[in-house]
């Protein structure tokens, strides 16, 4: 911390708006990186964002946005600069019922926004393990993911317009709710996904859907990954729209989590899927219409929830599956998509060769297989912790060149940040990059605004 | 026509991919612009148009995209160069029924992307008036919107991946299902609306969907449009996602279309509103349980169809609207939207100023309320054809301004072309303007990707 800096900044803001450096600020969530800004602000309202932004292009401070801080590729860590924390800007600005859309602040959390459109009446559909914690200008930044994206898409596709302060100060302000609206190139999204080096996300319109009325789940145990993606391609067909989360979990993905939430198994089997089906209409029947389904279709090693509790024990075993792999020690996380009809293969292919690399690795597989995303995380047991990053780039180049050898993706819904920029000119071509560095130059002539994340070093 | 150019692409060109000037690829839809291009050729592979873009990169030779010749802006009218017709380029690559993805070339035509998905058993929602000949390209290129965009989004939204052939004729393939990829600044969104000035879009993977198994549409007639955004209000909360389309139309457009198409209209009212629900699942009774929620909430000036005839009679008299106003000579059109809550207003004050200007003024006013997007065309009666557009500017400054003070856009669906491109900068900022010069000077460092369109004159 800069002393001399805290005073300048002190100078033009208000006293709260300059704050300590606490660990919470400086670790990230998985305690791999500690960020050592020179100055940590906390701004309350968009025109001191403006204000930090002008002074830091003036004089070329670097500037790292931060949200929740839960991010998993160290794109919110600052090294030196300004640490521009922006949970205090977290206003509900409007709610929009006849566009269906609701109007808030980046720094909000996550599930407030869920709850004021609940309050409304409203569904918000963005949903992922940190939603308690991260904010919704981390979640834009980022393009999040998560739980539902088969029904209702990524954030992005859930953003219809950005409030962004440029590197420069200047206010780019298009927060409206309208669903078709073209003139000129699309600037909104090279905001969303751009992990903070473009500008500070400040505000966004997002949509809102109608809540659900009725939901059907069930867990369903399978003998391998091909019969899991029949059972998708038959329940797709089927309920279509209505499925709304189509998560896989292996085996050992489930006892680690059976065991860490004191929760029984719900089937026994190799790999398990946990699906949910909703309508917005009120349909008491829809469990027993999934059930009869599975039935008729030979699915009989499955458990459907038949009460609220139920449901939330088996979304608990899905969810408790993060935490618990903790007791394996670090992980080295991989978050990838295939094309579906790729899954099956790529899980039955990349294990081997991992393990023929390192005897005693163990994986922990387990994700979303109705958008083909997996979260793919590796253990070395014999590693101490403090060096199993030591291990992380040959790992990585056995799982990303399975990866890419079925036509997949390195980076699906956590970010690129700072580990996975160097992955960048392998699956995108030079052209790409330059346009990427010609916008970038555009904006942030003196690279002040998060340097050194998600482009690769020049 | 340059009869040295075109033997200089018939030198490395099939013989058949340069073409004769015919009317068809000259005149707009519209009558209003001719193109006058140096040469006119029609690529059969991807490999051709790389060769083309690289010939004309080295010479600094304007190359203008056109697909079905459909647009309303004049973006793919060329002045001079080379005009790139693609519509030999139509191949379907491959449909992914796991993905639920279809991968096409630009020049397919719209109706047969259509056709194709459903040979699949899958919907591809996109549709608009000209679906018989606008091709996936330019719709890509436009981003264009049509009649259920409330349900399944804009062209923009259904694009996963695409290829494009850059101006030095370099190609960038993303043609991927993934709906999780976030590595680094999205330049697919930057191409989709570009309107054919950043490079030649030559395929894409888009989104299928499940088909509709059961239809409910119902034509409503109510006395004015705040009853209808009520109704929209009323149906959004209970039918939910099941809404596909909510059309408006005034009585005047009414009128002209019930006698073009020769048949009845539906109710007496004021203000019409045709609407559609769908449902993946089977559901004969949606038409019923529509009649019944119409009956309780007092919308009985209502008429529901009772069979697919009946369906596509209503269907007719909205979608006829457009050639049925041809009888009142050319029209300035409007493409525009606002905020649902809007509406009414900018509708109630719009008209009684633009008759203060021009007491003959007749307005037809149609389009998709559900999305609040409308086509609003004014016809002067008295003016004589070729001289309807000596007074566009005028009425567009009264129609435009009345769309920002409600927090609108001036072009919702049909894209900028050259007839707004001067309006750009009252509703981009220069920040943003700039960073789309700076996309544009990247990409086409020479300005021969369709020069003149979309971005305002420096």
Redesign the interface.
Known sequence: MNADLSAQFAAFLDNDEVVAATPDLLIDQRRRFTAAPDVVLKPKTVDSVQRIMRYCFERKISVTPQGGNTGLCGAAVAQGGVLLNLSRLNRLREI?????SITVEAGMVLQQVQEEAAKA?RLFPLSLASEGSCQIGGNIA??A?GLN??RY??T??LVLGLEVV?P?G?L?SHL???????????????F???EGT?GVITAATLKL??QPKSTATAWVGLPDIDSA?GL??LV???????LESFELVSRFALELSAGYSSLPKPVDAEWHILMELTD??PNDSLPDYLAEFLYQHGFENSVLAQSEQERRDLWQLRENISASQRSLGTSIKHDI?????EVAGFVRECEPALQAAFPEIRVVCFG?LG???LHYNTFLPDVMSNEVYEYEDRINTIVYEHILSH??????????GTI?KHW?PR???A??????R??K???DPHNIMNPGK??PDA
């Open positions: 929009n019922l006849a566009d269906n009446g980022c393009n993911g994206v088969l898409g990524t992005r596709d440029l420069d200047e780019v409206q709710p309208l669903h078709k609206n073209t003139t000129g190139y699309d600037v909104r999204h090279l969303i996904g751009s473009l859907f109608a993606v998708l391609s797709q067909g089927h309920f279509a729209e209505r917005s209409l998509a295939v094309p579906i009809a979303h958008d083909g995303s036509k997949g993706t390195i980076a699906a819904e956590h970010g690129i996975k960048i699956v995108r071509t052209a790409e990059i330059a346009l990427m010609a916008v130059a555009q904006l998600l482009l």
